[in-house]
């Protein structure tokens, strides 16, 4: 199904993941969100789980294999270009943990770094991206 102009939602997943007080941020490198900073994530091919679809997304986007934690938020991203809908994507974001590997922007990535969470407000997230991460700390410290 084309992502531009779909005939019904497309479900995407994302992870936010901590190394100590920063977070992973990517730049997304092609539309929707071409330029923009946000939580590391994709589409869900046919036949995975949302577990296997975060964990091979992190993969191609940053070369980092993590552990897929719980949810933290599921959400609608919604663009309208006029009256018709552009993209419409239903998103799972979970808490990643585990984190193994060497960090590179790779696949439909522009850059990828861990932020610290004090310098999040210079990044330009959306208010969704913003509200995922504070949940995401809370729960972190939770579990810790």
Known sequence: M???????PIMGVGAVLWRGD????IRRGHPPMQG???IPGG?????????EAA??????????????GPLIELFDRIQ???????????????????????????SDVREARF????????YGLTPVARRVIRRAFRMRKQTS
């Open 36 to 38: 923009k900073w946000t």
């Open 80 to 106: 309208r270009a006029g009256k018709r809908v552009q993209y419409h994507y239903i998103i799972a974001d979970f808490l990643g943990t585990n984190i193994r590997g060497t960090l590179r922007a790779a």
């Open 115 to 122: 932020v610290p969470r004090a310098q999040l407000s210079r």
């Open 22 to 25: 920063s977070v992973l941020l």
């Open 2 to 8: 084309k992502r531009k102009f779909p005939t019904r």
């Open 43 to 51: 589409v869900v091919e046919v036949g995975e789980t949302l577990a």
């Open 55 to 68: 964990q091979r997304e992190i993969l191609e986007e940053t070369g980092l294999r993590i552990t897929v």
